[in-house]
C-alpha cells in the first residue's frame, strides 16, 4: 500500500506531500494538535481541516533512533466530537489489547461509549487520509 510502513522503521510523515496529495479535502492546516501543542524534535504535531470542518489531529512520536515510534490521529466532526481514533501505541494490559496490537482503532456510539476495534489496514498516515477522503467525499454526495 501506498505509504504504508512499520512503527519503528521510518520518519515523520511528510506533511507537505500529504498536503498537496489530498489537497481536494484538506481544506486548511494547524501547526498543533488538538491539546494546542506544536511539533518538538520527537513529536510531530498537526491538524488537517477538511471540507466539510471535519478534522483530522496528528500526533507522532519518533524513538531515539529517530524512527517512528507511535502514532495518534484522532478525527472529530465540525462539533469538535470525536469520531474515531486509529492508534498505533501498545497496550499493556491484556484486557484492552485486539489481535492487530500495536494498531488498534477507538469508535464511538452515539452516546460516547469507547469500544477499541482491530486495525488491520490504517498503518500510517496516508491510508488514514484515503479512508477520510471517501469518507467526506461520500458524505458530500448525500448532501
Known amino acids: 500500500m501506498k505509504g504504508e510502513r512499520e ?62 515510534d507511535y502514532f495518534c490521529y484522532d478525527y472529530y466532526d465540525k462539533n469538535k466530537q470525536i469520531i474515531s481514533k486509529f492508534h498505533s501505541e501498545p497496550h499493556g494490559d491484556k484486557k484492552y489489547q485486539t489481535r492487530t496490537e500495536p494498531y488498534h482503532i477507538h469508535t464511538y456510539d452515539m452516546l460516547g461509549n469507547e469500544k477499541r476495534i482491530e486495525n488491520h489496514t490504517f498503518h500510517d498516515l496516508y491510508s488514514v487520509l484515503e479512508h477520510l477522503r471517501l469518507r467526506i467525499l461520500e458524505n458530500r454526495r448525500l448532501i
Open 7 to 68: 512503527v519503528g522503521s521510518n520518519p515523520f510523515s511528510n506533511l507537505s506531500f500529504l498536503k498537496s496529495e489530498f489537497s481536494d479535502i484538506i481544506q486548511s492546516e494547524k501547526c498543533y494538535d488538538t491539546s494546542g501543542r506544536g511539533s518538538t524534535r520527537y513529536c510531530q504535531r498537526y491538524t488537517f481541516v477538511f471540507i466539510d470542518g471535519s478534522y483530522l489531529s496528528i500526533v507522532e512520536h519518533l524513538n531515539e533512533n529517530g524512527n517512528l
